[in-house]
């Protein structure tokens, strides 16, 4: 019935909501979020979410926000310049998975316009470190996880 369909609909995109907010996926496996999804969307378990990390908090400061971060293989951060830029992401070479490129997936500029985003799709699990250029000496460094 056309109308129990729009519902799940409905339902589904509410779980998501709820169900992957950085906080709360780190209580569950990649894996289960994914076969959740898969299962509420009636479709492959390839489910991929979207993680914001703020530039600089709302009071200012010069951090990213949140400074530690994990997402699952196939997640995407996008980083938004919130407060006090410019800023930027800068991959620390001794600190990425082998064979992560970080001259490719490091911003050679920065960000100006408040409101402003960059985004990166991580397809390897490790551990990721990185600095904003302008601000690092600041001790603007963070570091993400990606599980498998
Ligand atoms: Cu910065």
Not at 28 to 44: K, R, V, W, Y
Not at 118 to 136: E, I, L, N, Q, W
Request: overall charge negative; some cysteine; aromatic content about 10%.
């Amino acid at each position: 019935m056309r109308g129990d369909a729009g519902a799940g609909v409905v339902v589904a995109a509410w779980y998501l909501y709820h169900s992957f907010t950085p906080s709360n996926v780190l209580s569950t496996t990649c894996l289960a979020a994914a076969l959740a999804a898969g299962t509420f969307l009636g479709a492959s378990a390839s489910f991929a979410a979207e993680f914001k990390v703020k530039m600089g908090t709302d009071s200012g400061q010069l951090v990213y926000e949140p400074a530690d971060l994990t997402i699952c293989k196939g997640d995407t951060v996008t980083w938004v310049n919130n407060k006090g830029g410019p800023h930027n992401v800068v991959f620390l070479d001794d600190k990425v998975p082998d064979g992560f490129d970080t001259d490719k997936y490091s911003m050679e500029e920065v960000l100006n316009d408040e409101g402003a985003t960059y985004s990166v799709k991580f397809d390897t699990p490790g551990t990721y470190g990185y600095r904003c250029a302008p601000h690092s000496g600041a001790g603007m460094i963070a570091e993400l996880t990606v599980k498998g």
